[in-house]
């Protein structure tokens, strides 16, 4: 993939922010600062960033797909009534268990447990 400032400008976006944005929201961000770009582009390099494993979908089963470049082991908590999205960071000491059979599957490449719920937000 060429580096050019378009998909530079699209990657800063999605891992300079916590709240793990979906297609549209990086595209509105993005073309604040560049004006003349596309929703197109922004999708296509999305999909590119995650081909190369830059970054990655939160959750596949929400309504808009989330990316996340945050590559450090972590997990996440996703609301069923608002559909944020928030990062758990394993405390000291706490690995999750991978059964061994799993890997008759095939090759694991990652670990990405999701506890779903109500967030603090939507519960009061």
Do not use: W
């Not at 758990?88 to 890997?103: A, C, H, Q, T």
């Amino acid at each position: 993939m060429r580096v050019t400032t378009q998909r530079v400008e699209i990657f800063r976006e999605v891992a300079s922010s916590c709240e793990h944005p979906d297609a549209e929201t990086v595209y509105e961000r993005v073309k604040e600062r560049l004006p003349n770009i596309s929703f197109d582009t922004v999708y296509r390099t999305l999909a590119s960033l995650e081909d190369m494993d830059m970054i990655f979908r939160v959750d596949s089963m929400l309504p808009k797909a989330r990316f996340d470049a945050d590559r450090r082991p972590h997990n996440h908590f996703l609301c069923v009534k608002c559909g944020e999205v928030y990062d758990i960071f394993p405390e000291d000491g706490y690995e999750v268990k991978i059964p061994e059979n799993s890997k008759k599957f095939g090759e694991i490449k990652d670990v990405n447990l999701q506890v779903r719920g109500i967030c603090n937000k939507c519960r009061h």
